[in-house]
């Protein structure tokens, strides 16, 4: 049984487990169905349900995700998503290389929230090394998430809103999303998967005329989010696409295991950065904005909401930045600063030793979860004392909250299908890894 | 977090109420605690910490596999819970060989553990009794083998081109 090989253990057959449901096999479900769903009332019961294939390579599906859906006329009767199309296997390629090279490999999985990623694996590694993070570094990680978290929602919003027909918003969002992706390229040279968080601190000082840069972003960003809402928001069309759209309560999302906005908007105030600070999120002095029903327009305005949020943590971060190294003194975990090469010879040999085997952790295992654009971003990492991590896996919430689709669109018209896609904000390099 | 003695606290009342030999063992590490359960007790373990008055861990965060590999018993599967009011983690884990790695679904309980024990099942092998729809997530159905296994050597799997693809015939059956 555990030996592998296509047999499963159930004794069914794969493909019959994979196919949808049919009249047959729903039966007496589907009367309590129409009976308790909105969608489709005053219309004669469909004779026969449809199958269709949804994906992978859809755009409104953001990514290669595929779903089977079972339809009833116009009316979703089922869903059930099929992913794995862009498993890359990071998770095995981490076990193959040492800690600080898997920093890079590990920022590819959630390719909208890198800083994130880098962020929860730094954090494990830390906790198993005991290695205390530089106040200064712990401000400039929270600038740069903030920002990710930002560029983050700008993304959703410009997709999200293209598939509800208006196109315009599309190129508002990339157009701030661009601006922060030079700001990314000011620290670190480069605008995606950046590398620059670094195992206790960060790899690099931000260069001269960095603050100026963030705060004239972070003083237009407001504005720019404003304009977004009112274009939004006194849209018919919209409005009647979202509000009171494929609602989930706040119990059955928890038994799902979701997290972030979908949650808060849902009306649970649940966010780690206050719930379990970390990187001194307990020095800013921010609100976690809630929804109330959890429909589609409350989910969208939670992250609307976290874009001002952001802004006044990094403008905080900024006025408060502390002085004193980037990254920690400690040469067994990183780098020694590249003049100290020319003159020491000790600093020769922590940098050969570092280059050539990395950092030696001592065992153990943790698990270090942050607070994600999508929910409880979660690292565990386990080491067997050598060079090289023995199991890093990563909790990503698009993954867990993948699950809740089903729940959301079961009764609702296929059009509130893409909607609601496009509000959970999936991305599927994070689902598949 | 529950702190050292609490943690103790919890694995003596598992005791009690679930059964004496649940509990295999506990560790506290880095400020983390652990507790490590039978493969048997496993889901009555869940289900005791879930609703018991003063614990009342009633939110599955994740579930991980891990392979101890050369340590016996050697496949593991870890599941962080969480207690949102006190903001408090605790890791229930459960450790099996390989020739007898079943465990029962915590599905029933937990919803969200549908696709995480499907990709533990993928990756490890370990095998969910009770799970509603236990096949493979994210590797394709008809994948040999379990690749997160320590013991599962990476590279050497071709990778079929039109121009390769005599070589290796019929492999799209």
Known sequence: MSGGGPLDPLGVSYREREASLTLSTIGEQLQDHRATTQAGTGLAPETELLTLNIGPHHPATHGVLRLLTTLEGEVVRDIKPLIGYVHTGIEKTCEDKSYWKVIPVIERMDYLAYYFNAMAYCMAVERLLDEEVPARAQYLRVIHLELNRIHSHLVWLGTSALDLGAISMFWYCFRERDRILDIFEMTSGQRMHTRYFQIGGVVEDVPVGFAEKVRAFTQEMPTRADQYADLLDRNEIFLQRMKNVCVLDEERLLALGVTGPLLRAAGNPWDLRKATPYSSYDHFEFKIPVGTIGDNYDRYRVRLAEIYESCKIIEQALDGLPEGPHITTNRKVALPPRHELATSMEALIHHFKFVTEGIRVPEGEVYAPIESPRGELGCFVRSDGSSKPARVHMREPSFINLQATADMVKGSYIADLIATLAMMDPVLGGIDR | ?173
């Open chain 2, 1 to 173: 977090m529950p702190d050292a003695p609490g943690l103790e606290l919890i694995a003596e009342a598992v005791r009690e109420s679930v059964s004496a030999e649940a509990v295999v063992g506990t560790s506290f590490h880095r400020e983390q605690a652990c507790l490590e359960v039978t493969p048997r007790h496993l889901l009555a373990t869940i289900v005791w910490l879930k609703d018991a008055p003063g614990h009342e861990y009633n939110f599955l965060a994740s579930v991980h596999g891990v392979d101890y590999l050369p340590d016996e018993p050697r496949l593991g599967v870890h599941y962080e819970l969480l207690n949102m009011r006190r903001a408090e983690r605790l890791r229930v884990k459960v450790r099996m060989t390989v020739d007898s790695c079943e465990v029962d679904s915590v599905v029933p309980v937990y919803p969200t553990a549908d696709f995480q024990e499907r990709e533990v099942y993928d990756f490890f092998g370990v095998v969910f009794n009770g799970h509603p729809d236990l096949r493979r997530i994210l590797l394709p159905e008809d994948y040999e083998g379990h690749p997160q296994r320590r013991d599962f050597a990476i590279g050497g799997e071709p990778v079929i081109f039109t121009h390769n693809e005599p070589e290796s015939p019929g492999w799209y059956k």
